[in-house]
C-alpha cells in the first residue's frame, strides 16, 4: 500500500510537471484524471473534472469534436492528431 502511493505521487508529479495538456478518459469518455496544465484550461481543479465528459466542461461544438476524435481512437487502436485554439478562462 505505502509503495503504491508513492508510485502513484510520482506518477502524479511526472504527469503535472509537462507543460501540455494531459487528459485521460474510460472507454465511456468520462474523465479519469488529468494534469494541471489541463485543469488550467478548464479553469476547474482536476479533482472536480473526474467523473465529466467533455459536454460537461466545454461548448457542445467543441465536445462534440472531441468525442468523434475520441471514437476514432477506440476504433482503430490508433493515435489520432488534431490542432485546436483554445481560449483560456
Do not use: M
Given at each position: ?8 505521487a510520482l506518477l502524479s508529479a511526472l ?64 493515435e489520432v492528431r488534431s490542432e485546436d ?5
Open positions: 500500500a505505502v509503495e503504491c502511493k508513492r508510485q502513484q504527469v503535472n510537471s509537462i507543460p501540455d495538456l494531459i487528459v485521460y478518459k474510460d472507454a465511456q469518455g468520462t474523465f479519469l484524471g488529468g494534469n494541471e496544465a489541463f485543469a488550467e484550461l478548464t479553469g476547474h481543479p482536476v479533482k472536480d473534472l473526474i467523473g465529466k465528459r467533455s459536454r460537461d466542461v466545454f461548448d457542445a461544438g467543441r465536445a462534440a469534436s472531441l468525442e468523434r476524435e475520441d471514437a476514432e481512437v477506440l476504433a482503430t487502436c490508433e485554439w483554445y481560449t483560456y478562462p
